[in-house]
């Protein structure tokens, strides 16, 4: 079966829940990446929104890594992917490396939140890079040692993800039959019974 973007959009998107954002139910993680590449303005917008995630005594630890195509930080994030990961992820036209920093400027001690500002402020950028009609795909799946190694990052710095950044494709456009079936899989979450708690494993009234 072949779909074109907005069929699948529309098939991704959650129920709407009146009140709640459409941006946080239709925000999905495509791996089809379209040949375009994405502007510096458009860029410095996403970023903009990062910026402004509240971080830990505000000590904004998050640095952000970003390759365009065709770009030396491009490849050298593309070459830390695994495998299964550079089957796809090659084609978005911005790679990105977030890291964080893992000791508090003032007192050179750990920052025990440092990953968990991190991943506020990507959180800001992907809802940023939804509203202005880009997509984002998080991943996990590349070498910390590679990545650290080809881009000279400090050893004091921790490492998030690899998001692949772009305008969204055709799922044809990806090779693999198996990935084009993930694309137009339906998205799955958990109910709010699952997660949210008024005591252990009790879920909380929100009715």
Do not use: C
């Not at 979450?189 to 997660?195: A, M």
């Amino acid at each position: 079966m072949s779909l074109s973007v907005p069929e699948v959009n529309h098939l991704k998107h959650a129920p709407h829940l009146e009140g709640v954002l459409p941006l946080f139910h239709e925000r999905w993680s495509p791996r089809a990446f379209d040949k375009r590449d994405v502007s510096p303005a458009e860029l410095a917008k996403v970023f903009e929104a990062a910026r402004w995630a509240p971080s830990s005594s505000n000590a904004q630890p998050w640095r952000f890594l970003v390759g365009t195509r065709n770009s030396p930080t491009h490849s050298k994030i593309y070459e830390a992917l695994v495998d299964a990961n550079k089957e796809w992820a090659g084609h978005a036209p911005v790679l990105i490396l977030g890291t964080s920093l893992a000791v508090s400027p003032k007192t050179g001690k750990p920052n025990a939140y440092a990953l968990y500002d991190l991943g506020a402020a990507t959180s800001y950028l992907t809802l940023q890079a939804a509203s202005q009609g880009l997509v984002a795909h998080q991943m996990a799946g590349f070498s910390h040692e590679t990545a650290r190694s080809l881009l000279e990052i400090p050893e004091n710095f921790a490492l998030g993800s690899v998001i692949a950044l772009g305008y969204q494709g055709e799922p044809a456009a990806l090779a693999n039959p198996k990935l084009v079936e993930r694309e137009l899989a339906p998205r799955e979450r958990k109910p709010l019974s699952e997660i949210a708690f008024s005591a252990w494993d009790v879920p909380a009234n929100l009715a």
